[in-house]
Structures are given as structure tokens and as C-alpha cells.
T-cell receptor, first 114, second 116 residues
């Protein structure tokens, strides 16, 4: 069965500092990988996705993620964090089996210090 | 504007009552999903539907029911059999799959259900 692990429940960074959020997945085939962001009390917004091809993918709001098959990882990065990036971030893996469901990690809550 | 709407935003229910959460989309998406979100547990799939008049149980379907009578609507009923219904509920939709592609899911703003 597929699974996603986000090892860091909370992360605090200073505004302007770089950010890396970790995501490890378990999936038996080529994974379809996603990062979503959720502001408090809101729905999820897609930041970026990886299906195939270039392992470094660019997303919205200056985020990028790198797919590393050997490490089963899909870490999210941003070179300089803004206060508005404070939110919860979810990594997910998609399945091609019936329903094309997403399996989500537990999320990482990002706090940004001024 | 195209999108997914969920209503109400906040819902309060007494124990023993059934309650229905609304989800409507005007994106012409074929598939729709219901998730439950609890702190620190990510999102867990309750039910999903790939076409009208058909739906399947997800990982935590017990105590919930759904219907899909129209393409744009996928209401979720939280029944009195659901032991711990207080949570944030998210609805999502997705276009039909085509060969060699995988479309992302689009999410509504959510409904927070509190059982008193």
C-alpha cells in the first residue's frame, strides 16, 4: 500500500531564510507526487506536481521540489521565506488504481518569525 | 468563476442527529471526493465517486453516506453512527483521466463540523 511520511510536524524559520520541507513516500511504481498548501480554515491549494521528466519541478509562489527516486523523497524548497508562507503543507502521492486516489502525509505546519 | 463550493462553513450538531454537508462544483469534473481532516493526521478519504450514480467507500466510510445524483453535486451525510464526527471536512473534484496523465484534485474551502 502506498504511504507518505512528513517527518516534521512543525517547522519555524525566520523571514528571508531558506526552507526545506521533507516528504518520503512508499509506492510500488513511478509515483505521481504533489505538494499542497493550506491556510488556516481553508481548502488546499496545489503548489506543484511531479509526474515524469525533469526531477526538479517549479511551482507557484516561488516553491520548487526535487524528486529523488533513490531516496523515495520529494522535498519542497523555497530560497527565501515570506511571512505569508506560514501555513500547513501537505505532500501526497497519487494512485492509478480505481478512483485515482491521493494518499496524504500528516502535514507540516510552517511558522515564520519576523 | 469555476470552482468548488461547500456549505455551510461551520456546522453544529447534537449527538444522535444526522447532518448533510453540501459540495457543488461547476468545473465539469467527473470525479468527486470527500476527505476528513483531523489535527496531525493529514486527510483521510471517506468516499469517492467517479461518475454519476456510482460511488465507492474510502478508508474511513463507516458512519457516513453519500449520493451522486448529479455530476456537479456530491453531498455527504454524517450519520449518528459516526462515533467521533467533529472534524474538518473537505470536498475535492478531478477531471476525467486521459491516457498517460494524472490530473490533480481541486479542493473546496471545507466545512467544520462540531458535535455538541
Amino acid at each position: 500500500a502506498q504511504s507518505v511520511t512528513q517527518p516534521d510536524i512543525h517547522i519555524t524559520v525566520s523571514e528571508g531564510a531558506s526552507l526545506e520541507l521533507r516528504c518520503n513516500y512508499s509506492y510500488g511504481a513511478t509515483p505521481y507526487l504533489f505538494w499542497y498548501v493550506q491556510s488556516p480554515g481553508q481548502g488546499l491549494q496545489l503548489l506543484l506536481k511531479y509526474f515524469s521528466g525533469d526531477t526538479l519541478v517549479q511551482g507557484i509562489k516561488g516553491f520548487e521540489a526535487e524528486f529523488k527516486r533513490s531516496q523515495s523523497s520529494f522535498n519542497l524548497r523555497k530560497p527565501s521565506v515570506h511571512w505569508s508562507d506560514a501555513a500547513e503543507y501537505f505532500c501526497a502521492v497519487g494512485s492509478l488504481r480505481a478512483g485515482n486516489m491521493l494518499t496524504f502525509g500528516g502535514g507540516t505546519r510552517l511558522m515564520v518569525k519576523p | 468563476d469555476g470552482g468548488i463550493t461547500q456549505s455551510p462553513k461551520y456546522l453544529f450538531r447534537k449527538e444522535g442527529q444526522n447532518v448533510t454537508l453540501s459540495c457543488e462544483q461547476n468545473l465539469n469534473h467527473d470525479a468527486m471526493y470527500w476527505y476528513r481532516q483531523d489535527p496531525g493526521q493529514g486527510l483521510r478519504l471517506i468516499y469517492y465517486s467517479q461518475i454519476v450514480n456510482d460511488f465507492q467507500k474510502g478508508d474511513i466510510a463507516e458512519g457516513y453516506s453519500v449520493s451522486r445524483e448529479k455530476k456537479e453535486s456530491f453531498p455527504l451525510t454524517v450519520t449518528s453512527a459516526q462515533k467521533n464526527p467533529t472534524a474538518f471536512y473537505l470536498c475535492a473534484s478531478k477531471p476525467k483521466m486521459v491516457a498517460d496523465s494524472y490530473n490533480e484534485q481541486f479542493f473546496g474551502p471545507g466545512t467544520r463540523l462540531t458535535v455538541l
